[in-house]
């Protein structure tokens, strides 16, 4: 099957691991890029941290770096260290998660690489910005989690300090370091120019919290506290009912309007008449609720709110996933034959009607791909041919 992906042709040396930055390659792959993951002897840590077919292929690293090549440099020595060089001359993105003291004392940072292709997009993946006191600390998800406010804002929600039940830093990040990628890309698309791109999960997570949670903190004189009030109501969550539970969002005031009128006529108060009043009595809105729902089954609450176009859903679990109906309609998983087995990925869940993406094979076996990838270098494992 050809790549019909919008980056077909595109070239991307991979330095990433863990979840940050090959999260973010997965994706360039996805859309028809080139990734040439390059690995330490002992390969990307992500390859042993979960369940998996075969030694090294856990469920982790096989679904972040699938459809990606994988090569094999020890770039302590000289022929690791040249053969990445001739990489760099034939790419146009080079991406790594060093940190900048070790990346520059292997003689790869960004001058080093742009010595040798000037036109490259290089992507730095870090856990701090390098112009903060904090560019030399380490950065895992969960220390990220903690620093940018998450747990706290939880611990309002809860009355305990948690994280969020998934790699949410990791994840954002890669995102993000995606985005960047790609506009660099745009712009050496109309100039001809490449530049250095830096990405760092403190700042990410940070601006991605803030987004509503910044709020009254933003203006001068402030005129609140960084906290956006209706995500933090003790009484946010799922509704329990008669045999389960339901999510539902009767927030603007035509859903708020049709409930009340279908449930409770005896709330159309002025207390409660407009978005702004029940934002102003956000939590009490959310207990009423909630004694509501208890009154009714699942089914029939989520029947009644398909009735009155009120935002609802039930609960899922990450397993259930694989059988919604919704998402198979809608093709987001891909099963891929590999050598261990068939795997089924959450595959692309963008859709463009020129250049669709796709799943374009298995996670590579470490260092699968060292051969080739030299060969078509000009080199062999022991320098030049």
Known sequence: MPDTGPLAGLRVVDLTAMVMGPYCTQIMADMGAEVIKVEPPQGDNTRYISVGPAPGMSGVFVNVNRGKRSVVLDLRGDDGRAALRALIERADVFIHSMRAKAIAALGFGYDDVAAINP????????????????????????????????????????????????????????????????MALFHRERTGQGQEVEVAMYETMASFMLVEHANGAMFHPPLGPAVYPRTVAPNRRPYRTKDGYVAALIYNDKHWNAFIGAVRPAWASELYATLETRAHHIDTVYGLVAETMAERTTAEWLALFGELEIPAAPLNSPDALFDDPHLNAVGLFETVDTPHGPVTFPGVPTWFSRTPGRVRGPAPELGADTADVLAELGLTAGGPR
């Open 119 to 182: 036109a490259i997009v290089y992507t730095n993946c870090y856990g701090y910005g390098r112009r903060g006191p904090h560019r030399d600390r380490p950065a895992y998800d969960d220390t990220i989690q903690a620093e940018c406010g998450l747990p706290a804002v939880q611990q309002q929600l809860t009355g305990e300090a948690d994280y969020v039940g998934t790699i949410i830093a990791d994840k954002v990040a890669g995102l993000t370091a995606l985005y960047a990628t790609t």
